[in-house]
């Protein structure tokens, strides 16, 4: 039976991101044309002439009026065709497919670097507020969260790379010497590892430890500070007297009892940082020359690409959704007072 | 005392604040022998809790023991390591806390809960921990318990939940029980059967038991001694047969004095009962003409918890019946009455009185307020009806009822702003300060925001918010539930006296039978949703004809006199 309520819930949820998106469509698609500049002069050349710019905009469609373009390209989008990037010819579906792994790769890993630091860090601090343990913790995330992305990327890439010369270059998701593993989950560390090639694996994982500890280190900040202030709630809670009371060990009332309460809070910001890092990050990508959808993103934006930026902007629309989705299913496995009330 | 259990000799307790230390607890002596009770009666701040949380070192990081000594069974607890002492809490010493439902962890489930701390104390292992988990669930007889053992906190009742804390702290048969104020918030019914199982449980397991209360009644009335705190010291320690009859210290005695009781008026509450008293007076009986107020077969039914989305609602098809939760009740109050409507949480008062002051919108039935049906104004739009200005309510809670960055002036002030068509604020001012007088708010409070006010103070700016605009109906949403007793009979006393004076009605909400017996003109006792019992208010407490009724009177504390 709760299942039942919880499995519903689940179902709601998916129904109520249905009219958002369909928001979205409609946005981006006004939005891409509000933007100045012109396709059809950008793909003819600085060369060409106001006839052979005419001619390409009819070719490209973009003399129709508005809502023949709009009907077509919904059309289009319900038959799973997000369009033709002009600048590289390429189907948008296909690019991204292709950079979203890269980009989705990268953030994972930097949110899993962050968490593993972050979340001690804050049980640590929250344990002993204002000590040394949590002047370092404060002192770390106001410099990782203070420093621009792209400041720390360099700084790691002349330690490591010029200096020490402990890492590969900063040049994409895999050393020249090494070939792509056999694509199953787009991800290369993943893909190594089920074709059996540790070689591979050891590469891509060399080249992903800068990037994500660059992106780690901004994004400690929010971690830490909400483990932290959520740690410290949890603890001064009445039931975690009761439980001092019975005498239970340390180790029950931080970690089963005070934790997995204090948890909750953590699991949205988790959610809303990997969201906000999954857009953000071009900065670090283009450091790295990280093949990701970032990059693909401004570089769109920047010639009027209007299919690409669609594209990306509903991809993205869709995994925030679909994240959204899985924060809402952790926190109905988490906290067994979800779902029962409205 | 060489036969007691746990001495306290000497205890003083400090705290570190951004104000430097504070002494909490002073000088504090206290024992407890084998099978004995105590009681330890205060005020809040007089520090009662405190001493109870040294004695088993639970105090927060700021505060320490910093003098005296704690002995328990010959261990010295002031100064035992931390291990000692995390053996001794829940094994020998184990605590029952006021607000059952957060002194739960709200995602484990109960039964998980009871393991742990049986797992803790080695009284389990993990093959058997579940069965003794049910079998304590069964002792605080909690019904069904094999189901109730993957219960959440708040799936259960308040009541239910003090039961599971009550078998957590008996888990390990430990030889000294602390509850602290364990029935506070609870119902008067659920007050007994909790005191009841806690004194039956202690007797049969030959523990010893420290109650600490602000209720002196229910001190006199479950323990054999009692201590009396005030300001962290002990003023008085008596047997509990004489600390009523014959209380020695001036503040005991103003406690005794202060504590609602059978056969004392209103007046009497007070420390100094020579004022003279206008309520004393004979009301005068306004029989003739129409009522105020006429609420006519009033009903409000909640439809049951909304599953999330259209889709799930047809998916399951079979719709409950929406649950009454006022189940067409009628009365009437005249002008210059005091109606009480007394009941336990969950009978349907609050959501009358949030109906008359049409704050919810009705299922069916009217509401007459000076002839006029208010009952059909839809809710939303109330708020711009001229009557509004005539309806006002006082809230249960003085703290959480007042905007935090409103001082006591602005908060008086604000109906005048909204319903009373003021703009101009030295036209504010002078009503403000006329009323404040009125409730005896000294002028130099009324700039004070609400962190700065104790109490009480905050408990009279409540009450001058809604008498500023001189109301003819004031519903009184259980105003005194939140204070000390003392405090208490300065605000009851404040309120009749109010009422002399502007010559309002009052709908007093209420699950305190006495307080109505002494306020009220006539009373109403509801039970889920409906009234069972309707007569004046002394002869509903002296007399009661409904075996409900009778069932609360009973369930009354009754302090040895």
Same mark, same amino acid.
């Given at each position: 039976m709760a299942l039942g309520v919880k499995s519903r819930l689940i179902l709601s949820r998916l129904a109520q991101a249905l009219p958002a998106l369909a928001g979205i469509v409609v946005v981006t698609f006004i939005l891409t044309r509000a933007l100045p500049g012109d396709p059809a002069a950008y793909f003819a050349g600085p060369a060409a002439d106001a006839r052979s710019i005419a001619q390409i905009r009819e070719q490209l469609g973009l003399d129709r009026p508005l809502p023949v373009q709009f009907l077509s390209y919904v059309t289009d989008l319900l038959q799973g065709d997000l369009g033709r990037s002009i600048s590289t010819g390429q189907p948008v579906a296909e690019a991204l497919m292709q950079r979203l792994p890269a980009s989705l790769e990268l953030t994972l890993f930097a949110l899993l670097l962050s968490a593993l630091i972050a979340i001690p860090l804050g049980v640590a601090a929250a344990r002993r507020p204002d000590s040394w343990v949590d002047q370092a913790c404060r002192l770390l995330v106001t410099a990782g969260v203070s420093l621009p992305t792209f400041f720390t990327g360099l700084l790691l890439v002349y330690v490591f790379y010029f200096i020490l010369g402990w890492a590969p270059p900063p040049l994409g998701r895999l050393d020249l010497i090494y070939l792509s593993p056999p694509q199953v989950t787009g991800f290369f560390t993943i893909d190594a590892l089920l074709d059996r090639d540790f070689a591979t694996f050891r590469a891509a994982l060399a080249q992903l430890v800068l990037p994500a500890m660059t992106l780690a280190l901004f994004t400690l900040a929010p971690i830490a500070r909400m483990t932290r202030a959520s740690m410290i709630q949890a603890l001064g809670s009445e039931f975690i007297r009761t439980a001092r009371a019975s005498g239970l060990s340390e180790r029950r009332i931080v970690y089963t009892y005070a934790f997995r309460n204090a948890m909750l809070p953590v699991v949205t910001t988790l959610g809303m940082v990997f969201s906000f890092m999954l857009g953000a990050n071009v900065l670090v990508e283009k450091v790295f020359a990280w093949p990701g959808i970032g990059s693909f993103a401004v570089e769109a934006l920047v010639v009027s690409d209007y299919a690409a930026v669609q594209g990306f902007v509903l991809a993205m629309a869709v995994l925030f959704v679909l994240l959204n989705l899985l924060i809402d299913v952790v926190y109905t496995l988490a906290d067994p007072r979800v779902g029962m009330e409205g | 005392m060489s036969g007691s259990l746990l001495q306290v000799e000497n205890l003083t307790v400090e705290f570190r604040t951004r104000n430097g230390i504070v002494r909490a607890v002073e000088r504090v002596d206290l024992s407890v022998g084998r099978g004995e009770t105590l009681a330890i009666v205060g005020e809040s701040g007089s520090g009662k809790s405190v001493t109870s949380y040294a004695v088993m070192r639970i105090l927060d990081s700021a505060g320490s023991i910093a003098q005296g000594s704690v002995m328990f069974s010959g261990i010295d607890v002031a100064n035992a390591d931390e291990d000692t002492m995390a053996t001794l809490r829940g094994r020998e010493i184990s605590m029952v806390f006021q607000n059952p439902r957060l002194a739960l962890n709200p995602i484990r489930k109960i039964g998980r809960q009871i393991e742990d701390v049986l797992i803790r104390h080695v009284q389990a292992t993990h093959n058997n921990a579940k069965q003794k988990a049910i079998e304590l669930l069964a002792k605080v007889r909690i019904a069904r318990p094999e189901e109730r053992y993957d219960a959440y906190p708040f799936e259960l009742s308040g009541g239910m939940c003090q039961r599971v804390v009550i078998a957590l702290a008996l888990a390990c048969k430990p030889r000294l029980l602390i509850a602290d104020e364990p029935t506070t918030g609870l119902d008067v019914r659920t007050q007994k059967a909790v005191m009841d199982l806690i004194v039956e449980l202690v007797a049969e397991q030959g523990m010893s038991m420290i109650l600490i209360t602000h209720d002196l009644g229910l001190a006199a009335a479950y323990c054999e001694r009692v201590i009396v705190m005030e300001k962290g010291r002990v003023v008085e320690a008596a047997s509990a047969a004489s600390v009523f009859k014959d209380p020695q210290e001036p503040y005991t005695k103003r406690l005794v004095r202060a504590t609602p009781r059978p056969g004392v008026s209103l007046r009497d509450l007070l420390p100094d009962p020579e004022i003279p008293y206008a309520a004393q007076t004979p009301r005068t009986e306004s029989v003739e003409g129409q009522p105020l107020l006429e609420v006519r077969d009033l009903v409000k039914s909640f439809a049951p918890a909304q599953s999330a989305s259209l889709l799930s609602r047809f998916m399951n098809k079979s719709v409950a019946e929406p649950a009454r939760s006022v189940d067409g009740i009628s009365f009437t109050l005249a002008k210059g009455e005091t109606l009480g409507l007394v009941g336990e949480s969950g009978c349907g008062k609050s959501t009358t009185s949030a109906m008359i002051m049409r704050l919810l919108d009705p299922t069916s039935g009217s509401i007459f307020f000076a002839g006029r049906d208010i009952g059909a104004i839809p809710a939303r739009s109330f708020a711009r009806d001229a009557d509004r200005a005539r309806l006002q309510l006082v809230f249960q809670d003085p703290t959480d009822s007042?905007?935090? *960055?409103?001082t006591a002036a602005r908060a008086i002030a604000d109906p005048l702003y909204r319903l009373g068509g003021v703009t101009r604020a030295d036209e504010a001012r002078t009503a403000v300060e006329e009323i404040a007088k009125m409730v005896g !708010?000294?002028? /130099? !409070?009324? /700039? *004070?925001f609400p962190h700065q006010l104790s109490g009480g103070q905050k408990a009279r700016v409540g009450i001058a918010r809604a008498m500023v605009l001189r109301p003819d109906l004031v519903v009184l949403d259980e105003p005194t539930a939140a204070l000390d007793v003392s405090v208490q009979a300065i605000v009851l006393n404040l309120l009749a006296d109010l009422r002399a004076e502007l010559g309002m009605s009052y709908l007093f909400v209420s699950h305190d039978l006495q307080v109505v017996r002494m306020l009220c003109d006539r009373a109403l006792v509801m039970r889920a949703g409906r009234i069972v019992e309707e007569g004046s208010a002394a002869a509903v407490l002296e007399d009661p004809q409904h075996a409900y009724t009778r069932e609360l009177v009973s369930a009354i504390p009754h302090p040895p006199l």
């Open positions: - | 007042l905007n935090p *960055r409103f !708010l000294p002028h /130099d !409070l009324l /700039d *004070r």
